[in-house]
């Protein structure tokens, strides 16, 4: 596999054409907005969490097969997790996408995450793939980036 | 369509020859910036080698070469967009410097709550940001002229949103995202009979299209020199004598005065009251030298050129039935912004790259633009006189590939 076709596997072509937990949970009680400016895009992320474990998330927004794959794949790993355990997964996919590190291979979820182990030789592609994951640590934090506001 | 030598002018441009992931370079991305010949490279390697000294205060030999050599480069961009005068030429670092200051010095010092700006909807980030910063600070109104679904300018919406309350129409002569080349005389000529103060971005135009500020009658225009086959971190801010003559200083400090002291300071004359600091000698000087490179091709040969490259991708690209081109005005520079059927074009980037295609993809910093036509990106591809035939050939082909693998 070269480089290229590495980036663009076929379980991502798959989560790109068929996104899991694709739209909106209404109503949610977390819920962020990310944004990418080096493409414009826009993902939604809305959850619900109850007693600190994530319930039920889900995404919207429009992006590159990278992040819409990772955005996919992402809901699949964090839903029924706790807070803290979404956090520890978070570090991981980032470890993987930046320098392809796994300190365990061990585990389902970075198995599936490790897809995205191409990335790193993309370097303007590392914030697609990270975008999804960094919403929803906003979504759960309850933080959200700032704009002017004309009105 | 052969009276460019398209091989010696390729030769005069070492970036061409290079080989990105095995695959020989095809550039189109020069809406971003454009390649630099070697008369510029050399401009610059030769300043820095046999001449460098800082400017305007040397007694010494090679203070008064570099300074000699800087105002004939200010006095080439006089004459190539036929300014009166060269105090009418402030070098910046580059168009969206020149715009914000036009807002800083003009906008701050002469617009009052309730004025109104008008720009459209094909605007530049660097000539919307500026102005929405200012209006919030002086209460402004920011008026937008709509367009069409074509990309061209509603000409009857903008006669009826001019009114004794415009105080600035700020316009962009070419859309970096659209290609649309908009109809900046007769705008001009509206604004100056309401009596406002009219601003071109001449970004994208100054390396296509000839500009004739007097002609024109423009009170202000911008460009930048590394989409002019200049250095970057150059660029243009032209406006009339008298305009610039009452306005306040954009930034202070060295060059820009006459005397200071810790009671009074009197500024520098124009064009150096708005040239704070030890300039990008280097590169301004260099600018020189890409203008006497393009104007040695001619702009006339070159806008026919890139017409023609323009006419072919056209038609070319409109053979993909999966692909659409945003942006259909009549009235076109060489871009070619397109979105293909469930390929997003940040994808449709890096495999283009794959092939050796650089590309633009992205808002292009024109959000609104991307707003307008309800897509988040394009994928834009913009040509200049030394691309072929060939390299349009290579991406119609990488685009089926890519159409291909998403299939």
């Keep these: 596999m070269n480089e290229i076709q590495e980036l663009y596997q076929q379980v991502i072509l798959d989560h790109n054409k068929n996104p899991r937990n694709f739209g909106k949970i209404a109503p949610a009680t977390n819920e962020a907005e990310g944004y990418n400016p080096l493409c414009g895009d826009r993902i939604d992320i809305t959850a619900n969490i109850e007693n600190n474990i994530i319930k039920e998330l889900k995404f919207n927004g429009s992006g590159c097969a990278i992040s819409k794959s990772s955005a996919s794949i992402m809901t699949t790993l964090v839903v029924g997790k706790t807070i803290e355990e979404a956090k520890e997964l978070f570090d991981e996919f980032h470890k993987i996408v930046t320098a392809g590190i796994r300190d365990r291979v061990d585990t389902l979820e970075i198995g599936k995450m490790a897809v995205f182990a191409g990335v790193r030789e993309f370097p303007s592609r590392v914030k697609c793939a990270s975008l999804a994951w960094h919403t929803m640590i906003n979504a759960i934090e309850k933080k959200q980036e700032k704009e002017i506001n004309m009105n | ?407």
């Design chain 2, 1 to 407: 369509m052969n009276k460019l030598d398209i091989d010696k002018i390729r030769n005069d441009f070492p970036t061409l020859s290079e080989v990105v992931n095995n695959k020989p370079l095809v550039y189109l991305d020069n809406a971003a910036t454009t390649q630099k010949p070697r008369a510029v490279i050399e401009a610059i390697e030769n300043y820095y080698r046999h001449y460098n000294s800082n400017i305007h205060r040397g007694v010494h030999a090679l203070s008064q070469k570099s300074t000699e050599a800087y105002e004939n480069s200010r006095e080439k961009i006089r004459q190539f967009i036929n300014a009166q005068k060269i105090e009418e030429i402030i070098f910046t670092r580059g168009a969206t410097e020149a715009l914000n200051l036009i807002v800083s010095s003009y906008g701050r010092q002469f617009l009052k709550a309730g004025d109104e700006v008008l720009i459209s909807n094909m605007e530049h980030h660097a000539n919307i940001v500026p102005w929405q910063l200012l209006a919030q600070e002086k209460d402004l109104k920011l008026r937008v002229i709509p367009i069409n679904d074509n990309g061209e300018l509603i000409l009857e919406d903008f006669d009826k949103m001019l009114n004794e309350k415009t105080k600035i129409v700020s316009l962009v002569h070419i859309s970096n995202t659209l290609g649309t080349i908009n109809p900046i005389q007769y705008v001009i000529n509206k604004a100056k009979e309401i009596g406002a103060i009219t601003i071109i971005d001449a970004a994208q135009s100054i390396q296509h299209k000839v500009i004739d500020v007097q002609k024109l009658d423009c009170d202000f225009l911008v460009f930048s020199g590394h989409k002019l086959y200049g250095p970057t971190g150059t660029g243009i801010l032209y406006g009339k004598y008298d305009l610039l003559d009452k306005m306040p200083p954009y930034q202070s400090g060295g060059d820009m005065i006459k005397s200071v002291s810790f009671e009074r300071t009197l500024f520098n004359d124009l064009p150096h009251k708005f040239e704070a600091g030890t300039p990008h000698i280097a590169g301004n000087i260099a600018l020189g030298y890409a203008i006497d490179y393009i104007q040695s091709i001619t702009l006339e040969a070159i806008d026919e050129y890139e017409n023609y490259l323009l006419d072919y991708a056209t038609n070319k690209l409109s053979e993909i039935d999966e692909l659409k081109i945003i942006g259909t005005a009549k009235n076109k520079a060489s871009v070619v912004s397109f979105v293909i059927n469930n390929v997003h074009p940040h994808d449709i980037g890096t495999l283009l790259d794959a092939d050796g295609i650089a590309v633009r993809t992205g808002h292009h910093c024109t959000e609104p633009i991307m707003k307008r036509f309800g897509i988040p990106a394009t994928s834009r591809a913009s040509f200049s006189f030394y691309n072929t035939i060939d390299e349009i050939n290579v991406l119609y082909n990488s685009i089926l590939k890519i159409i291909k693998i998403f299939k």
